[in-house]
């Protein structure tokens, strides 16, 4: 027997918000105004918390799913986005390296590039934010030593770490910038530099996307140590970052490296051992959240049907497993396992992953 764990109310990863996507994508308008009730009954946050995974950004991405967000809530969004772009700027202006929680998709200017990039046109701030994901791409300095302009000086837990360390994951590392510039060079959204840290993220990605993340020892090494066996995933792993190469493939026409990209998720995906290392059937690092980056991948490709036994896999172990999950929120519960299971996401919800 299962117990049910309740959700946190404006939280997009587990809370109402993210139960709503699913009332959405299902039409269920009554239920969803229920879960967005509970979500907002003690009001939403526009503080330094505020990400596109909680608070005003996340509401305003669930109502916008629905084409209900207001000029309220992207007044509130955009003040959220303007104290953001001003504390970068302060960090710039310093020299010291960033917060993972400063840029990453979760958290950062990621997850806010990615929400102003889907509104309808594309809001007059995200070229700012843009150019602050840009800026990353330029080299960074500590303790007299060159360091990737992403790097953190914390670990990826936030806590001490000696030399601290790169992250290359979709949902805290560099994937996920490489992620919102090239979709947004796909859409004609351009900065000065973007395509060329579009290069440098690819570049660095294809040397050290291998690992969750990198260490002070891998950048002294003329080749990073190849890594312990990890389970493949969207948030960490080289199914997220291969689809993050992909779309950085697209936009840089580079047919080569999109199909270098196309086959690590058929290999992955392929593999008895890797597929091994799955256990749940959540979005973030489960079934549900594979599923829908292959078909993502798939749309993409110039060759899709060779996608089709892997989706077709994916899609019965997503279905066999997804009602064991305990939590009911969007990333790791039975919100967005059953979201994945619903095709071909006519809301756009799959853009909160940076998928599309």
């Not at 990615?114 to 046109?121: F, G, K, N, Y």
Request: overall charge neutral.
């Amino acid at each position: 027997m299962t117990t049910t764990a309740m959700p946190r109310t404006q939280d997009l990863s587990e809370g109402a918000l993210g139960m709503a996507l699913l009332d959405i994508e299902r039409h269920d308008l009554s239920t969803a105004r229920r879960h967005l009730s509970q979500a907002t009954a003690r009001g939403v946050s526009t503080g330094s918390n505020a990400s596109l995974f909680h608070g005003a950004p996340a509401l305003e991405f669930v109502l916008a799913r629905a084409h209900g967000a207001g000029d309220d809530v992207r007044t509130a969004v955009d003040r959220v986005v303007d104290a953001r772009l001003a504390a970068a700027h302060r960090r710039q202006a310093s020299g010291a390296l960033p917060h993972l929680a400063e840029w990453d998709l979760i958290r950062g200017l990621t997850g806010l590039a990615a929400l102003l990039l889907s509104r309808q046109p594309p809001a007059p701030r995200l070229p700012d934010v843009l150019t602050c994901l840009v800026a990353l791409a330029r080299p960074g300095h500590s303790d007299g030593r060159v360091l990737p302009g992403w790097w953190s000086a914390a670990g990826p837990d936030g806590k001490e770490m000696a030399g601290g360390h790169g992250n290359n994951g979709m949902a805290h590392g560099i994937a996920g910038p490489l992620a919102v510039l090239s979709l947004a060079l796909r859409e004609g959204v351009r900065v000065p530099g973007q395509e060329e840290a579009v290069a440098t993220f690819v570049t660095w990605l294809d040397r050290h996307g291998s690992h969750y993340w990198s260490t002070a020892t891998h950048l002294d090494v003329e080749q990073p140590p190849a890594p312990e066996p990890s389970r493949p995933s969207w948030c960490y792993g080289r199914p997220g970052i291969a689809r993050a190469q992909q779309l950085a493939a697209l936009a840089l026409k580079d047919p080569a490296r999109r199909r270098a990209a196309e086959d690590t998720v058929e290999n992955i995906l392929t593999d008895p051992l890797q597929l091994a290392r799955i256990t749940n059937s959540t979005l973030c690092h489960g079934w549900a959240g594979l599923l829908t980056l292959t078909r993502a991948v798939a749309a993409d490709s110039t060759a899709p049907d060779r996608f089709t036994p892997i989706i077709q896999d994916l899609h019965q172990r997503l279905a066999s497993g997804w009602e064991h999950l305990s939590k009911l929120g969007f990333m790791e519960g039975r919100a967005g396992a059953q979201l994945a299971l619903h095709s071909p996401d006519p809301t756009g919800w799959s853009r909160a992953l940076l998928l599309t």
